[in-house]
């Protein structure tokens, strides 16, 4: 899927930024030089890239302006859907279905058989209209999902992806040295345990059921779930007890 | 079928850069955008 943030995003920490960096040292060297073109060069390097956020956020607004002219859009509409988004769909939502599936074991096999139909028992729905699939997390097994197309996700119980997810290093990565990735991410795991990476579609989108942690049998099913990160369910991270450093 | 939107498995990409804290819009017009 485009999306016109990530588009722009991506610009911002494009290659073509480091050139003009490297052209800002030829530059350098041509001044030293005497070249005629070195004006033009300095120029390139001292542009200021700023610019290119405030223009954006000026044209969605005149963009916005017009569509509510035109009786397209409504904006009261668009406000509920930053709000959904901004806070009712999140991580919080999936470590909710963690949390249950940790405490529950008939919920667990129903998670795993069937997680659109468990998602749906906690009453998430799934926005995209796909299918979730829950892959469980072992001593023996750690899972990663990654959407190597572009940013398939499931967005009704972790939220939208965080930048890291759509990016080129971790996309291209995940699945040429899935254990270089998780390695940056902080998680060093033996070698036989065996790391299984799921590429997400749009039909299909793939959420890890982390490991119980060990020492949190007494926990609540509230405190198991406010234990469990996004990452650890993307699989990027484990599920550590507060005092161990948790990574939220 | 190597291709631009198929990154899978392509090198020299980089590390990977995190972002601690992320808000789900790092700027409203992005909110806007998505609505």
Request: proline share 6%.
């Amino acid at each position: 899927m485009f999306l016109l943030s990530d588009y722009l995003k991506g610009r911002e920490d494009h290659p073509m930024n480091t050139t003009i960096n490297r052209r800002g040292l030829l530059a350098a060297a041509a001044t030293a030089a005497g070249a005629a073109a070195t004006p033009d060069i300095a120029h390139a390097d001292a542009h200021d890239h700023k610019e290119i956020p405030s223009d954006v956020a000026l044209r969605v607004k005149s963009l916005e302006s017009l569509l509510v002219e035109k009786g397209l859009v409504d904006p009261s509409a668009l406000d509920a859907l930053v709000d959904t988004f901004e806070h009712k769909l999140g991580p919080r939502n999936g470590a909710r279905m963690v949390a249950r599936a940790w405490i529950d074991p008939s919920y667990k096999q129903r998670l795993l058989a069937d997680g659109s139909a468990a998602l749906a028992e906690l009453g998430y729905g799934s926005a995209q209209g796909a299918d979730v699939l829950v892959v469980e997390n072992t001593a023996q097994v750690h899972n990663l999902v990654v959407c190597t197309l572009c940013s398939c996700y499931p967005w009704a119980v972790l939220g939208l992806p965080p930048v890291w997810y759509k990016s080129a290093p971790y996309r291209s990565r995940a699945v040429i040295d899935p254990r270089g990735v998780l390695r940056e991410f902080g998680l060093e795991l033996p070698q036989d345990v065996e790391v299984r990476v799921w590429d997400s579609t749009a039909e299909l989108r793939y959420l890890v059921l982390p490991e119980r942690p060990t020492g949190s049998e007494q926990l609540s099913e509230e405190a198991l779930a406010a234990l469990v990160t996004r990452d650890a369910m993307i699989g990027v991270a484990k599920v550590a007890l507060p005092q161990k450093g948790a990574r939220l | 079928m190597n291709g631009v939107h198929d990154m899978g498995g392509m090198q020299d990409m980089g590390p990977i850069q995190y972002e601690r804290d992320e808000p789900v819009f790092h700027a409203p017009w992005e909110g806007r955008v998505y609505g």
